[in-house]
């Protein structure tokens, strides 16, 4: 699968793995949930049984497969280890099925069935039936991403099959091709030629890009910061040989924010539409400005609750002053019960009744949808909060541009681009890890490193708020000038 990503990753898999990243603590965290997921779904087949062995050690693993095979009392095999052609796979369930024949299902930690999903599940068919297994039916399964937890968790409810013996047949030529090719490359005594590009990230970030990227030659404003782009519009820059956006020439026909993005990094200054002043002033005082964060839980941990959904566990108000200085309000759901109703309730409070709330993106729009859904007792306080929402993301890609932002609208970006203000110093800086470290909090039997996570979350979940705020105060800066 790797090797369908990119040759030279496959490479380095076989040949040179230390070059490989380290794997940070949220990726560990997310392989961890997607083994838990897998070890749930096995209760699906109460007769069934897992290989015990690892599967590095094939031979052992193998012959642990054949005894299960044989053993008629075994339903299902979890981790069932097979070789083809030089192949290895261990399958998440095999199932035995009346006539003889096997049910193939791949178990993945997501809502929906994705193409590279079915791919996965065509190469463990083709070892199979390499091998001499009669598979008859071939399934990729995912949570039922309509499923909502209930006072127990319903395991039936909660996973989905989703059929695909038909288009598992149809890359069955594809695979072939594509392991003899892969076996030919890794014979071979030095590594493929691939330059980085699109493959890097898709389907997966891939931990080798550092390493491959290292004499990559660096722009200062490379065309990629034009966003998406239409291909035409690539075909013609590549025609050219224009990597850099400052030498795209007049005659390139972009839409109107990639022409203010050129504009400005070829002027070196911020560019700022007309209308960002009507804008502006559509704000009510007193103003606010309001940032959640929140955990997904794989599996729903609380009634009322979907795979994946965003659970808030607290937030952050920073209220603007007469004076400039600003007032910090916040709560922090500090126990592993369900944290919603408590937080609304502060929320409510909070915010009072009127006043422009200041956010960046419609991540809280979302959120307060939720708490609407699931506390409808509360709906009639939350919907005027929602309706007094001002989204100054919208604000930004609209009607500024400024180099810094390296293509990027990301507050991230556009906070240290417009203000002297950043994210460098904090311990949490990024939205995955805060809900990591929540979590984490909540199981460790240290107070002392409870309490020490909760600043962190608590200084980070702040820091947003600022983040609105001195954009906002950036943005009318602009328009005086």
Wanted: proline fraction near 5%; include cysteine.
């Amino acid at each position: 699968m790797n090797g369908q990503q990119c040759h030279l990753r496959l490479w380095y898999d076989v040949h040179n793995r230390r070059l490989s990243a380290p794997i940070d603590e949220v990726t560990q965290a997310r392989f961890n949930v997607g083994h838990e997921v897998g070890q749930l779904a096995c209760q699906l087949y109460a007769k069934g049984k897992p290989v015990e062995s690892d599967p590095r050690d094939f031979n052992e693993a193998a012959n642990e497969t054949q005894l299960l095979l044989a053993d008629q009392s075994v339903s299902a095999i979890f981790e069932a280890t097979f070789k083809f052609n030089g192949v290895q796979c261990s399958v998440d369930i095999l199932e035995k099925l009346s006539d003889g024949s096997y049910h193939l299902i791949e178990v993945k930690s997501a809502t929906k069935s994705k193409p590279v999903y079915v791919l996965d599940a065509a190469v463990q068919y083709w070892i199979l039936t390499g091998c001499g297994f009669e598979v008859t039916k071939v399934s990729v399964m995912t949570f039922n991403s309509d499923y909502v937890k209930g006072p127990r968790l319903s395991i039936c409810s909660l996973f989905k099959l989703h059929p695909c013996l038909t288009e598992v047949i149809r890359l069955q030529a594809e695979v072939n091709s594509n392991v003899l090719t892969m076996q030919r490359m890794l014979a071979g005594e030095s590594p493929p030629k691939i330059s980085t590009g699109f493959q890097c990230t898709d389907p997966y970030p891939c931990p080798y890009f550092e390493h491959c990227s290292q004499d990559d030659p660096v722009y200062d404003h490379p065309i990629s910061e034009l966003g998406p782009t239409q291909l035409p519009i690539l075909e013609e820059l590549h025609l050219l040989d224009i990597k850099e956006i400052r030498d795209i020439p007049s005659s390139i026909k972009l839409n109107v924010r990639q022409q203010a993005i050129v504009d400005s990094i070829k002027s070196d200054c911020s560019m700022v539409g007309n209308n960002l002043r009507t804008e502006l002033r559509q704000l009510k005082n007193p103003i606010y400005h309001l940032d959640f964060e929140t955990v997904s839980h794989a599996i729903p941990q609380y009634i009322g609750t979907k795979p994946f959904q965003a659970v808030p566990f607290m937030f952050s108000v920073l209220t603007e002053q007469s004076d400039g200085e600003p007032i910090y309000r916040g709560y922090l759901h500090q126990t592993a019960d369900d944290p919603r109703r408590e937080v609304a309730l502060h929320l409510i409070e909070t915010l009072g009744r009127s006043g422009s709330i200041c956010v960046y993106s419609a991540f809280e729009t979302r959120v307060i949808n939720h708490l609407i859904d699931a506390l409808p007792d509360l709906a009639c306080d939350l919907r005027p909060i929602q309706e007094r929402l001002f989204d100054l993301l919208n604000i930004v890609k609209n009607h500024v541009y400024h180099p810094n932002f390296r293509g990027s609208f990301s507050l991230k970006n556009v906070l240290p681009a417009l203000t002297e203000v950043d994210y460098l110093d904090l311990e949490i800086d990024e939205g995955q890890l805060a809900s990591f470290r929540y979590l984490q909090a909540l199981t460790t039997a240290d107070a002392t490193e409870r309490e020490s996570i909760f600043d962190d979350l608590i200084a980070y979940c702040d820091r947003d708020t600022l983040a609105t705020f001195k954009v906002k105060q950036a943005l009318e800066s602009l328009v005086e000038k």
